[in-house]
């Protein structure tokens, strides 16, 4: 059985504390790009929805989405990114969360 020592479980708690410290930084990006796409669909929906001509409000409405779906493509990429690097902070945490832990009971049999 291969056991940890303090040592190395505080090398690791620093190791993915600096990780966590990179993908904050890197989830800071991906919001900000989530945003762009966001309002870019938008305002490209909202121009497409003054163009189009249909029977019903449906009809416009499909027809505006189809002429922008690049724009929602992008948009609801990022906010799949977005939510990966949400997982990816969570992730960090209860890594680090167990590690504090396995840290304690180590110094406890000290």
């Known amino acids: 059985m291969n056991t940890l020592t303090n040592v190395e479980v505080d090398d690791e708690i620093m190791r993915l504390s600096a990780v966590m410290e990179e993908a904050t930084d890197e989830s800071a990006r991906v919001s900000d ?18 163009c189009v001509e249909g029977k019903n409000q449906g009809q416009r409405d499909a027809q505006a989405l189809m002429n922008c779906q690049a724009e929602f493509l992008r948009w609801k990429l990022a906010e799949g990114r977005l939510r990966a690097q ?25």
């Open 33 to 50: 790009a989530a945003g762009e796409a966001e309002a870019e669909y938008k305002l490209a929906h909202a121009k497409q929805l003054l």
């Open 86 to 110: 949400a997982e990816l902070l969570r992730t960090l945490r209860a890594r680090i969360d167990a590690l504090r832990t396995l840290a304690a009971n180590l110094r406890s049999q000290t």
